[in-house]
């Protein structure tokens, strides 16, 4: 039986991740900073799919925090053979109107944590010449949208950059790129959504099923959705200008202006 670990596991696209993998039959562990609910959700997914699922509690803005799931990926005798890199937040607000702990926390769990548990899971992977990462961007990545968008082009291209280092040695990297998808992220950010148009709004288990389509692929970018596939195309065509006043300010004003 194989191991995943889903980091931001409790939620959203997180909580996707964990059912489909559950659902194929792998043991899981399960990281996010609420140690209840991790629980209430590993005995659910252990009850449901008869897997064994464990639970590790971590704050991956601090250092104990990546380096305790760096320890668990780099457990010799206990294996994960699927990372995913899935927490992450928005913070509320412009340039200049982010405290600059917010943004910094953000770099620290979007690229710092990323790039240190890719690379714990993966020296690993390497020896058994078999393994795979799929990192959590997002369509922001391929527009100008403040640090959330530039931690997140930093996510792709390190993902790609190290696929691409990696090939022939059985080891697959992914970064996935979902638009606009139905979780806690906006309302944990404060972000309004009213002005997002119903049609950009992406379920996360169909979004889960692409994305490991595309892992078994094995691309090394996934963007699911036809419609978000057209919206990028169309994205490298438009001037950078238009694109960052369609896209920039997107729920991240703190009022109107
Ligand atoms: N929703 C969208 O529209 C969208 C679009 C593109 C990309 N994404 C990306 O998708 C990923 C998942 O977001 P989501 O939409 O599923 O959001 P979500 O529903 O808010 O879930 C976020 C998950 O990350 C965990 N988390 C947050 N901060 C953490 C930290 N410091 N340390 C450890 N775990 C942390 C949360 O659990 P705890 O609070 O218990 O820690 C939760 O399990 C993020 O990387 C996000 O940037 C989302």
Redesign the pocket.
């Known amino acids: 039986m194989t191991t995943a670990l889903i980091?931001?596991?409790?939620?959203?696209?997180?909580?996707a991740f964990a059912r489909r993998l559950a659902h194929d039959g792998h043991n899981l562990v399960l990281?996010?900073?609420?140690e209840k609910?991790l629980h209430r959700q590993a005995t659910e997914l252990h009850d449901l799919h008869g897997i064994e699922a464990s639970v590790l509690s971590?704050?991956?803005?601090t250092e104990e925090?990546i380096a305790a799931v760096e320890e668990r990926l780099g457990d010799r005798k206990h294996p994960v053979d699927l990372l995913v890199n899935?927490?992450?937040?928005?913070n509320k607000g412009e340039y200049l109107e982010v405290p600059m702990a917010d943004e910094l926390?953000m770099l620290k769990?979007?690229c710092e944590a990323v790039l240190r548990l890719t690379t714990a899971a993966v020296r690993g992977m390497r020896e058994r010449r078999r393994g795979g990462v799929v990192n959590?961007?997002?369509?922001?990545a391929f527009v100008p949208r403040g640090t959330y968008g530039a931690s997140?082009a930093w996510v792709v291209q390190f993902t790609q950059g190290a696929a691409r280092d990696l090939a022939g040695s059985g080891v697959r990297l992914m970064a996935l790129c979902?638009?606009?998808?139905r979780?806690?992220?906006?309302q944990?950010a404060g972000m309004g959504t009213d002005n997002i148009p119903g049609w950009m709004w992406l379920d996360?288990d169909k979004l889960v099923d692409a994305a490991m389509k595309d892992l078994a692929r094995g691309r090394s970018l996934s963007i699911p959705d036809p419609r978000y596939k057209a919206l990028m195309g169309a994205a490298k065509l438009a001037p950078r200008g238009v694109l960052g006043g369609l896209t920039s300010r997107t729920g991240r004003k703190f009022g109107p202006k």
């Open positions: 980091t931001g596991a409790t939620s959203g696209i997180g909580a990281v996010a900073r609420d609910r971590a704050d991956l803005a925090g899935n927490a992450g937040f928005g926390a769990v979007h959590v961007a997002s369509v922001a997140k979902p638009g606009f998808v979780t806690e992220f906006h944990r996360a």
